[in-house]
C-alpha cells in the first residue's frame, strides 16, 4: 500500500478488524517513512459484474456509484452513512448472488429505489426525479401521492 500523504510503500499494520458482516478487512495503517495513519479495506475478489446501460453500452459494475446516488439524494437528510455504506452492501450482495454475470442499470435503479423508499421517503422522491428524467410538476406530484396513498394504508405503530 503507498502512504495517501507521502507516496512512500512501506508501512506497518497497526489494526486489523473483520468489518461488513466478515466481507471486508478494515485495517489501520501506520507509514513507516512520514508517521501518518491512514484506513485501508480489502474485500475478497469477486467475478466480474457487467452493468448494461439504457444505451446498450457495457461497464464494469462500480459499487461507489451506487453510494453517490444515494449520498446525493439523502442530503440533508436524517440518514447516516453507515445506513447508507450498508444498504449499498445488501444490494452488492443481491447482485453478486445472482446468476447473470451482467445486470442492467434500469435493474439497479430499482433496487436503490426500493431501499430508499424504506429508509427516506424524501430522498426516494429525489432519487426517482432524477432515475426517472422527470419533466413536469405532475410526475412530482403522481409520486408524493402515491407515498401519501402507501402511509394512510400503513397500520400506525404509535397511537
Same mark, same amino acid.
Not at 501506520?30 to 439504457?54: A, D, I
Not at 453507515?82 to 447473470?100: C, F, G, P, S, Y
Given at each position: 500500500?503507498?502512504?495517501?500523504?507521502?507516496?512512500?510503500?512501506? =508501512?506497518?499494520?497497526?489494526?486489523?478488524?473483520?468489518?461488513?458482516?466478515?466481507?471486508?478487512?478494515?485495517?489501520?495503517?501506520?507509514?513507516?517513512?512520514?508517521?501518518?495513519?491512514?484506513?485501508?479495506?480489502?474485500?475478497?475478489?469477486?467475478?466480474?459484474?457487467?452493468?448494461?446501460?439504457? =444505451?446498450?453500452?457495457?461497464?464494469?459494475? =462500480?459499487?461507489?456509484? @451506487?453510494?453517490?446516488?444515494?449520498?446525493?439524494?439523502?442530503?440533508?437528510?436524517?440518514?447516516?452513512?453507515?445506513?447508507?455504506?450498508?444498504?449499498?452492501?445488501?444490494?452488492?450482495?443481491?447482485?453478486?448472488?445472482? =446468476?447473470?454475470?451482467? @445486470?442492467?442499470?434500469?435493474?439497479?435503479?430499482?433496487?436503490?429505489?426500493?431501499?430508499?423508499?424504506?429508509?427516506?421517503?424524501?430522498?426516494?422522491?429525489?432519487?426517482?426525479?432524477?432515475?426517472?428524467?422527470?419533466?413536469?410538476?405532475?410526475?412530482?406530484?403522481?409520486?408524493?401521492?402515491?407515498?401519501?396513498?402507501?402511509?394512510?394504508?400503513?397500520?400506525?405503530?404509535?397511537?
Amino acid at each position: 500500500m503507498r502512504c495517501p500523504y507521502c507516496g512512500v510503500d512501506e =508501512d506497518h499494520v497497526v489494526d486489523s478488524r473483520p468489518s461488513q458482516a466478515g466481507a471486508v478487512i478494515r485495517r489501520r495503517r501506520e507509514c513507516l517513512r512520514c508517521g501518518k495513519r491512514y484506513t485501508t479495506f480489502e474485500r475478497y475478489e469477486e467475478r466480474p459484474l457487467m452493468v448494461v446501460k439504457k =444505451d446498450g453500452r457495457r461497464e464494469p459494475f =462500480d459499487r461507489s456509484k @451506487i453510494l453517490q446516488g444515494m449520498v446525493v439524494a439523502c442530503r440533508k437528510r436524517p440518514v447516516s452513512m453507515e445506513v447508507l455504506e450498508k444498504t449499498v452492501d445488501a444490494i452488492e450482495q443481491e447482485i453478486q448472488n445472482r =446468476d447473470e454475470a451482467e @445486470i442492467s442499470s434500469v435493474e439497479i435503479g430499482r433496487m436503490v429505489m426500493d431501499k430508499l423508499l424504506q429508509i427516506d421517503p424524501v430522498a426516494y422522491v429525489r432519487f426517482a426525479s432524477v432515475y426517472e428524467e422527470f419533466n413536469d410538476p405532475q410526475q412530482f406530484s403522481r409520486v408524493v401521492q402515491m407515498l401519501t396513498r402507501q402511509q394512510k394504508r400503513a397500520p400506525r405503530a404509535e397511537q
